[in-house]
Nanobody, 118 residues
Framework: QVQLVESGGGLVQAGGSLRLSCAAS????????MGWYRQAPGKQRELVAF???????NYADPVKGRFTISRDNAKNTVYLQMSSLKPEDTAVYYC????????????WGQGTQVTVSS
């Protein structure tokens, strides 16, 4: 089992910045991926950004150039620096942890609200 504790989020004006953090604990295998998904009201959960333990990253097109994902492997923590925020970024942001072994587990945080006012 892996536990995820998220922090950050809140209310910010358009054009502002926020940083999300997610710390993983428990049975963590070295080869893993961590990332962020988001879900706006009435919409499906979607990928925001993802980073693998070797440093490779993947970003959704709407956030490229504005969001930066990073991780501290020693702390098993992933960060999402969000800049130039737009009202359409408003959503609940969920931390995600994937054990990359065959049949590895998939875990979710409880979510943190990000609201961007216009």
């Amino acid at each position: 089992q892996v536990q995820l504790v998220e922090s950050g989020g809140g209310l910010v004006q358009a054009g502002g910045s926020l940083r999300l953090s997610c710390a993983a604990s428990g049975n963590i295998f070295r080869a893993n991926g961590m990332g962020w998904y988001r879900q706006a009201p009435g919409k499906q959960r979607e990928l925001v950004a993802f980073i693998i333990s070797d440093g490779r990253t993947n970003y959704a097109d709407p956030v490229k150039g504005r969001f930066t994902i990073s991780r501290d492997n020693a702390k098993n923590t992933v960060y999402l620096q969000m800049s130039s925020l737009k009202p359409e970024d408003t959503a609940v942001y969920y931390c995600n942890f994937q054990d990359l072994r065959p049949a590895g587990g998939l875990y979710w945080g409880q979510g943190t609200q990000v609201t961007v006012s216009s």
